[in-house]
């Protein structure tokens, strides 16, 4: 769960539980336990700021959203080949061209395989990734886009919860330590269609519709760390056994009717978003009979022989979610731009017990939300060095009705009827961005104030764990300051410098209001640059991370995790169709912390590792 501008994102396995869209549609297509490669991405888009209007009821911090490669009319074909440290071995393979001599229908074909170990002792993965996909260009004006993928992805003791601090100090223990046996993995199949239609009505008026479906099933056998007992120097440990099938769909539907001209434009998008899961889940626990670890000298179990398992929890739960949106943008003189727009989201959800044992429950609830901006551009298409710069503000509001079951899996029935209002938040946001040498440069710089609140937690007045509330609430201050572009024909660079200043002000601890926001850290860096040297031919290639001191989880002995510096660096070389690249990450082998899985241990960041791949385009 990575943090986005100091705020934590969403979670619970449920399919649309993070803020991700994948080609505009929310949700990911792989269901909530999905880990896709992006062997089939285009682009990668970062649309910071409550995102509620287009692309979603999602999180104050903002939304990602992950473009697919589209067929294309010329035929064009890619294998690539990579090696790397800890035994990985990665294959690609991608196609696509015309079917049909007026290149009215085009294809493509995308498949991707991985297998690798890790510098983490009993860590596995296995993935293999199929994507289909259609275009039919009906006409000039109108095209629809199908896409297809199926995923087997298997992560061997990979559920582990980090590694524990010793007496508060990281680092004593080695970073291949882990808390899971060589046989806990998670092992998910999914599958999932999609379908985009995009029209020219008229010449100002324009609909798209896009529509996914998928079914995913997970299954997750692994062994959860407790909290370290330092006199006998053992970690205690809890064994999960579950099963967890999901189906759904994500559409949005909505018309863009442009009208005027000259010194007045306007842009009125509105639409519908509907999104539906269904999710069945079995789980069981044991925590009597399963030995614990000796952190000095692990010894792993091959087998659950010995352990007592509580009664299994079986959980049949479905959300319907539908909002309507509209939004406005009017630009006067080329130059001065103001938009609003306003939303209304509503939600239904029904939790059940095939079992009989826990009683039924149903939650509803709806809002709107709203936001507003503004832009003028100061400086517009000049042949000078500065080309544009444009200042901006803006402000936005978010509504996320909470999308995974209500309590823990394996919670007794006495702790399964609660419902939650839905998580709420607001941004505002100011800044000025610019464009330098024709172009090819663009610099910016954002302020913004995040508050977000009905944040998910869960309740610590519960002895038994199971349960969840309501309970938090936070607030991001930052600053943002980025640099992109081409300084030369050869050369390119991309610079960024982030201030986040976050606290929590509402928490079932007391003692936690007023601390920062857990694995965040209030300075972060980085920069990343390519130079050619003749084009294609010989290219070098760099990049430097900075992220600072971070506070751990409430509850985890150990001081902030340490700031560190990561280098990674690189060289290719073309010939004709053929690409031969080395990548190597951590140059330094600089041992960091990337963050904290809770209160149970720190994750170690990767060693010193290298990767040889060679790749063919014809």
Not at 407 to 418: N, R, T, W
Not at 464 to 485: H, K, N, P, R, W
Request: charged letters at 20%; glycine letters at 10%; aromatic letters at 12%.
């Amino acid at each position: 769960k990575p943090p986005r501008r100091g705020l934590s994102v969403g979670g619970g396995g449920g399919p649309f539980s993070y803020p991700v869209c994948f080609n505009g549609l929310r949700g990911q297509p792989y269901g909530g336990f999905s880990a896709p490669r992006l062997y089939n991405v285009e682009q990668v888009e970062v649309l910071k700021g409550p995102a509620s209007v287009l692309y979603g009821s999602a999180d104050p911090g903002g939304v990602i959203n992950f473009v697919s490669r589209t067929p294309q009319s010329e035929p064009s074909y890619e294998l690539e080949g990579t090696y790397g440290s800890y035994d990985l071995y990665r294959a690609h393979g991608h196609a696509t061209g015309p079917l049909d001599s007026k290149k009215s229908l085009l294809y493509l074909l995308d498949l991707g395989y991985e297998n690798a170990g890790s510098f983490r002792d009993n860590v596995e993965t296995e993935n293999l990734q199929i994507t289909p996909a259609l275009s039919w260009l009906v006409s000039d004006k109108c095209r629809i886009d199908f896409e297809f993928g199926y995923i087997y992805d298997r992560r061997d003791g990979q559920t582990d919860r980090g590694i524990p601090a010793v007496n508060g100090e990281y680092f004593v223990l080695p970073n291949e330590f882990n808390s899971n046996d060589p046989w806990d993995y998670t092992e998910t199949t999914a599958y999932y269609g999609e379908t985009h239609l995009r029209l020219k009505i008229t010449d100002s008026l324009s609909l798209y519709s896009g529509l996914r479906v998928f079914s995913s099933e997970n299954e997750q056998h692994f062994h959860f760390p407790g909290t370290l007992d330092t006199t006998t120097w053992m970690l205690p440990r809890t064994f999960s056994d579950s099963k967890d099938e999901q189906d759904g769909l994500s559409s949005d539907t909505h018309l863009l009717w442009e009208t005027g001209q000259n010194e007045v434009k306007n842009q009125l998008l509105g639409g519908v978003e509907v999104t539906k899961s269904h999710d069945d889940r079995r789980s069981m626990t044991a925590s009597q009979g399963v030995p614990g670890i000796y952190i000095w000298d692990p010894v792993y179990d091959d087998s659950t022989e010995g352990y007592v398992f509580n009664t299994p929890t079986l959980t049949d739960y479905e959300m319907l979610r539908l909002g309507g949106y509209a939004h406005d943008q009017i630009t006067f003189c080329e130059r001065l731009h103001l938009t609003a727009g306003a939303r209304y989201d509503t939600y239904e959800t029904e939790q059940t017990d095939p079992n009989g044992i826990s009683p039924t429950y149903k939650d509803d609830g709806g809002a709107w939300t709203y936001n507003s901006g503004a832009l003028y551009d100061l400086v517009k298409s000049s042949k000078t060095t500065l080309n544009d710069l444009s200042v901006y503000t803006s402000y936005g509001e978010c509504y996320q009705p909470q999308s995974q079951p209500r309590y823990a899996s394996g919670a007794p029935a006495s702790a399964k009827s609660q419902t939650f209002d839905p998580l709420t938040g607001w941004q505002v946001e100011a800044g000025i961005k610019g464009a330098w040498l024709d172009n090819k440069v663009t610099t910016a710089i954002a302020l913004f104030h995040i508050e977000q609140e009905n944040i998910l937690a869960q309740d610590v007045t519960d002895p038994t764990g199971y349960t969840f509330d309501t309970i938090g609430a936070q607030e991001s201050d930052g600053v943002e300051v980025q640099l992109g572009g081409r300084l030369t024909d050869s050369w390119t660079i991309s610079a960024n410098y982030a201030y986040t200043d976050t606290e929590i002000t509402k928490d079932s601890n007391p003692d936690n209001v007023g601390d920062r926001m857990p694995n965040v850290a209030e300075h972060q860096a980085g920069l990343w640059t390519r130079y050619d040297f003749w084009d294609p031919g010989l290219a070098v290639f760099g990049g430097i991370t900075y992220v600072g001191e971070r506070e751990p989880f409430s509850g985890f002995g150990g001081d902030p995790y340490p700031d560190y510096t990561k280098v990674d660096a690189g060289v290719s070389y073309t010939f004709k169709r053929m690409t031969v690249k080395v990548d190597v990450n951590n140059v330094f082998d600089e041992e960091y912390i990337l963050g904290g899985r809770g209160k149970y241990g720190y994750i170690p960041g990767a060693p010193r590792t290298f990767a040889f791949t060679t790749s063919v385009k014809f």
